[in-house]
């Protein structure tokens, strides 16, 4: 099923300075048909109520479906989200949830996965589905540099998770 092979550190390396980092996501396995990461519920990820935020779990839903979404793609293919939905089950209060995603449909034009998030000892906390757009390559104002981080034409290049390329503003540019 899947396009690429990285190993588990090659894309959690790919993850630095982003939100997955910064909210403590760490990938932990890939099967033959699926993904997994985890998430502490600690201060990044809790609401004022000390539980597990509901944006933080659909952050880990994302995460892994749109990662499994980049492995199951030709390389120069880009994957975008369109839609995602959560159920929220039952609160997390402390430790880890762990989150397994897994493909409903891997379509040339869209791909669904459904992601299960559950906390250390197995209770269902989340459930959600991500719809992603495979669009068949990345716009040439988008490709990385060698440098990284290299403005062309008023568009900044960044490696992006898994070895895209993201453009978005440079610094102290207004944003459109």
């Not at 396995?29 to 990044?44: K, S, T, Y």
């Amino acid at each position: 099923m899947w396009k690429k092979q990285p190993t588990l550190e090659a894309m959690q390396a790919a993850c630095a300075s982003t939100l997955v980092a910064n909210l403590g996501i760490e990938f932990t396995a890939l099967g033959e048909d699926f993904i997994e990461a985890r998430m502490p519920v600690d201060e990044r990820t809790m609401q004022p109520m000390g539980l597990l935020h509901g944006g933080a779990s659909a952050a880990l839903a994302e995460t892994l479906g749109g990662a499994g979404a980049y492995l199951s793609v030709e390389e120069g293919s880009v994957c975008v989200g369109l839609e995602i939905n959560a159920n929220h089950i039952r609160p997390a209060a402390h430790g880890w949830v762990i989150g397994r995603a897994t493909p409903l449909h891997i379509g040339k034009t869209t791909q669904v996965w459904q992601i299960m998030i559950r906390d250390a000892v197995e209770h269902l906390v989340c459930v959600s589905r991500l719809t992603v757009a495979v669009l068949p390559s990345i716009p040439a104002h988008a490709t990385a540099s060698a440098s990284g981080g290299k403005t062309t034409g008023g568009m900044r290049t960044n490696p992006a998770p898994f070895g895209h390329a993201v453009a978005g503003k440079t610094e102290g540019e207004p944003q459109a």
